[in-house]
């Protein structure tokens, strides 16, 4: 079965860290880029970052850019999201999801977790 | 950026009624990068439609879109009750993905 599953998601204090991790299996991890989604309560769904399937590329959206790092590890078919200098607008459920064709991560994203819940709060 | 815009912001329909979602970008979407998702209550998104007109694996064929340049459309030939949900439009374009605010599709 192809699946993602988060993990590393909790409550911290404003300024404080996470890491998130995303393990997938049921397809070849290597060959796609992978993205983080999230979602506010209540609200749509924001594109977080993505990273290329080799992992030499990464791309942010400008609200995380220079807080969050994504990273992945192709040998442990793993992927990550480190969060620093959290704030409060960064409460949401965060989803890891697979990129639907191997050749291009613009396309879209076909294979989603059910996410992990981030609350930033003193 | 590209800001992208959904409407009606809600569809109230009946089962076997046809629904006509619009999504709608501030610039041209360049190689139709544009994808449809259905989200349920609770539940992850789920990819209906990728490269504004190609379905997803295991998509029934009565999702459709169609569309370029800066308008598309998602096209649910007759609604089944599994397909009261919100959806999104999503797009990108210069290493940016951006996704529309939603249409919720309610029964009538």
């Known amino acids: 079965e192809v699946q993602v599953v988060e993990s590393g998601g909790g409550l911290v204090q404003p300024g404080g860290s996470l890491r998130l991790s995303c393990a997938a299996s049921g397809f070849t991890f290597r060959k796609y880029a992978m993205t983080w989604v999230r979602q506010a309560p209540g609200k749509g769904l924001e594109w977080v970052s993505t990273?290329?399937?080799?992992?030499?590329?990464?791309f942010y959206a400008d609200s995380v850019k220079g807080r969050f790092t994504i990273s992945r590890d192709n040998s442990k078919n793993t992927l990550y999201l480190q969060m620093n200098s959290l704030r409060a607008d960064d409460t949401a459920l965060y989803y890891c999801?697979?990129?639907?064709?191997?050749?291009?991560?613009?396309?879209?994203?076909?294979?989603w977790g059910q996410g992990t819940t981030v609350t930033v709060s003193s | 950026e590209i800001v992208l815009t959904q409407s009606p912001d809600t569809l109230s329909l009946s089962p076997g009624e046809r629904a006509t979602l619009s999504c709608r970008a501030s610039q041209s979407v360049r190689s139709n990068y544009l994808a449809w998702y259905q989200q349920k209550a609770g539940q992850a998104p789920r990819l209906l439609i990728y490269?504004?007109?190609s379905r997803a694996t295991g998509i029934p064929d009565r999702f459709s879109g169609s569309g370029s340049g800066t308008d598309f459309t998602l096209t649910i030939s007759r609604l089944e009750p599994e397909d009261f949900a919100v959806y999104f439009c999503?797009?990108?374009?210069?290493?940016?993905?951006?996704f529309g605010p939603g249409t919720k599709v309610d029964i009538k």
């Open positions: 999503q797009q990108y374009d210069n290493s940016l993905v951006t």
């Open positions: 990273v290329t399937h080799s992992g030499v590329s990464t």
């Open positions: 490269a504004a007109s």
């Open positions: 999801a697979k990129v639907v064709v191997t050749t291009a991560w613009a396309y879209g994203m076909d294979v």
